[in-house]
């Protein structure tokens, strides 16, 4: 267990910072005293951002990157250890998502996503680790989704690299134990964001049956807070989505039926 005074002053990454989840977690980890560092490519926006934490009373340090880019990851890291010498939290939140058939999915669509979700994290993660080791203190913080429990249409690629995620963090946490050290993976549900926005804009998407309903960013944000006082492996948001990984178990016959249904609707019956 830790208390709100061990992670005053301390420096948290937040990816993704530039709207939804991101922006509300950096706003949270300030308002709790924390200096935040925030990641994401629109710079407009990360100032905006900046200059509200400033004036509620917190710290925020832009750093606009283009987190498809192994370079462009590599400058976050050198700039964090540049200015600050060292990161305490990393929240791994930057992510990109698509709905619709998989056969329709532009491959630079598919390779984007898989630059964000997947070398993003472990590129950053691998990164910031050994600091975190050595000083036998921090935490990593993977934003996952329930899709990476629940093979879902749709969703194919995105659900897959939030399977990554899970095993990702599961292996990195079980190599830590007996440290101060801690990874955990936030499995979430529907969160009403700009995600579904951004997913239909691409080329090919479609509308994301869930865009509509689910907890807000805030409390993502508040959940987060919550993991860093009291460090676990895994977290569901909401909580009783903990049981979903036993319903696919049980009753993933009905998903089979249904699920096609709504991808059908959603994308048109003429696909």
């Known amino acids: 267990m830790n208390t709100d005074k061990d992670w005053k002053d ?3 990454v937040v990816t993704g910072a530039s709207s939804g989840i991101g922006a509300a977690t950096a706003k949270r980890l300030a308002r709790e005293g ?7 490519r629109r710079a407009d926006r990360l100032e905006t951002l900046a200059d509200e934490i400033r004036r509620a009373g917190g710290r ?19 700039e964090i250890e540049a200015r600050f010498g060292q990161a305490d939290v990393l929240v791994n939140n930057a992510g990109l998502g698509w709905y619709g ?6 491959w630079k669509t598919a390779l984007e996503m898989l630059q964000v979700n997947v ?4 590129q950053l993660s691998l990164s910031f ?18 899709s990476g429990s629940i093979p879902s249409q749709g969703v194919a690629v995105y659900g897959a690299t939030k399977s990554f995620l899970d095993s990702f963090t599961t292996a990195l946490h079980r190599e830590l134990t007996g440290t101060r050290v801690h990874v955990s993976v936030v499995r979430a549900g529907p969160v009403r964001t700009e995600f579904g926005e951004a997913a239909l804009a691409k080329e090919n ?11 807000t960013a805030g409390h993502v944000a508040w959940r987060i807070w919550k993991l860093l006082l009291r460090p676990r492996r895994v977290i569901y948001v909401p909580g009783w989505l903990r ?19 709504l991808l059908k609707r959603g994308r048109g019956a003429s696909l």
């Open 10 to 12: 301390k420096l948290a």
């Open 205 to 215: 998407g479609g509308h994301v049956p869930t865009e509509h309903i689910g907890v």
């Open 243 to 261: 049981v979903v990984p036993l319903t696919e178990l049980a009753f993933g016959w009905i998903i089979d039926r249904v699920g096609p249904l």
């Open 101 to 106: 058939y998989g056969d329709r999915m532009p």
């Open 60 to 78: 925020a340090h832009p750093i606009p990157a283009d987190l498809t880019q192994e370079s462009g990851r590599a400058r976050v890291f050198t």
């Open 119 to 122: 070398e993003a994290v472990v």
């Open 129 to 146: 680790l050994p600091g975190m080791r050595k000083r036998d203190g921090g935490h990593i913080i993977n934003i996952g989704s329930i």
């Open 34 to 40: 924390m200096q935040v560092a925030l990641v994401a």
